[in-house]
């Protein structure tokens, strides 16, 4: 079953530094999605993305935050100068129509020290 | 943002019997509801959605309801298993805006199912 994937499954930086996050997601998907989970907190919307440009972004991110579709299986979340507060875990998001369930990639924990 | 609350934290249900799992929402422009389920160090999987022209969607032993007049859903797992136990999490989703599928998330229910 075609799943999304994404890496690394763990990430340690240093505060300042900046981050890469990578998914590839499903195949023939066309809509594409980061969601973040602070610890025990709610999975929240950070962004989607379709026809190669951002669609809807919320107030989390800022211009510390961008993504990039570098060719045609990648998608990637950049965080340019970490914070402690980002430390969370990043999921990545699929969907093949909009407006119909996404699929959730395993996650990327992030951890700024 | 509260605008999807799950206000059970947590259920248990033995094995056998029937877990319910309750979300109410705010916005009354969201009109696709899903649950996804989530074990510890993976991410949500989908189980089920529900469109508000439906007032129920059913797939196996999960059965999702929407009352749409007290902004509500519930899916229903019926036998519960133990391999039910995770934790739940319903979304909501405006498809007439603009927002290319977002979906706003509530907090999460932990079920934990006794053999």
């Known amino acids: 079953e075609p799943e999304v994937t994404q890496t690394p499954s763990h990430q340690v930086t240093q505060m300042g530094q900046e981050v890469i996050l990578r998914c590839v997601p499903i195949?023939?998907?066309?809509?594409f999605y980061w969601y973040r989970q602070i610890l025990g907190q709610k999975v929240e919307f950070l962004v989607s993305f379709y026809n190669n440009e951002i669609s809807e972004k919320s107030e989390i991110f800022d211009d510390q935050f961008s993504v990039e579709r570098p060719d045609g299986s990648n998608f990637t979340l950049k965080i340019r100068s970490t914070k402690l507060e980002d430390s969370a875990m990043y999921f990545c998001?699929?969907?093949?129509?909009?407006?119909?369930?996404?699929?959730f990639g395993q996650g990327t924990r992030l951890t700024v020290v | 943002d509260q605008q999807v609350k799950q206000n059970s934290p947590s259920l248990s249900v033995q094995e056998g019997r029937i877990s319910i799992l309750n979300c109410d929402y705010t916005n009354s422009m969201f009109d696709y509801f899903l649950w996804y389920k989530k074990y510890p160090a993976e991410g949500p999987t989908f189980l089920i959605s529900i469109s508000s022209i439906k007032d129920k969607n059913e797939d196996g032993r999960f059965t999702v309801f929407l009352n749409k007049s007290a902004k509500h859903l519930s899916l229903h797992i019926v036998p519960s298993q133990p391999g039910d136990s995770a934790v739940y999490f319903c979304?909501?989703?405006?498809?007439?805006?603009?927002?290319?599928?977002?979906?706003?998330f509530g907090q999460g229910t932990i079920l934990t199912v006794h053999p």
């Open positions: 979304a909501a989703s405006d498809t007439g805006g603009t927002s290319y599928g977002k979906l706003t």
């Open positions: 998001a699929s969907s093949g129509q909009v407006n119909t369930e996404a699929f």
């Open positions: 195949s023939n998907h066309l809509y």
